[in-house]
């Protein structure tokens, strides 16, 4: 893919490990984990044709508070 061996991604992962440290990289994999998982669902709901009831909801609310120009 990038041409990468395993010789320079343990160098790669060596060079993270430092520049974290090893109590932070389970924190920032949750959290990446943590966004993954909201951008699959996200995707996933764009291609549902069902709207989203709570944007739905604050579109009209938004679109009563405007008054009607004409």
């Given at each position: 893919m990038?041409g990468?061996?395993?010789?320079?991604?343990?160098?790669?992962?060596?060079?993270v490990?430092?520049?974290?440290?090893?109590?932070k990289?389970p924190?920032?994999?949750?959290?990446?984990?943590?966004a993954?998982?909201?951008?699959?669902?996200?995707?996933?709901d764009?291609?549902?044709?069902?709207?989203?009831?709570?944007?739905?909801?604050?579109?009209?609310a938004?679109?009563?508070?405007?008054?009607?120009?004409?």
């Amino acid at each position: 893919m990038f041409g990468l061996g395993s010789t320079e991604l343990l160098i790669v992962l060596g060079v993270v490990v430092l520049i974290f440290g090893g109590k932070k990289l389970p924190e920032l994999a949750r959290g990446s984990g943590r966004a993954l998982r909201i951008f699959k669902s996200e995707v996933k709901d764009l291609g549902t044709d069902e709207p989203d009831t709570k944007r739905d909801a604050i579109e009209s609310a938004e679109a009563d508070k405007k008054p009607e120009q004409g």
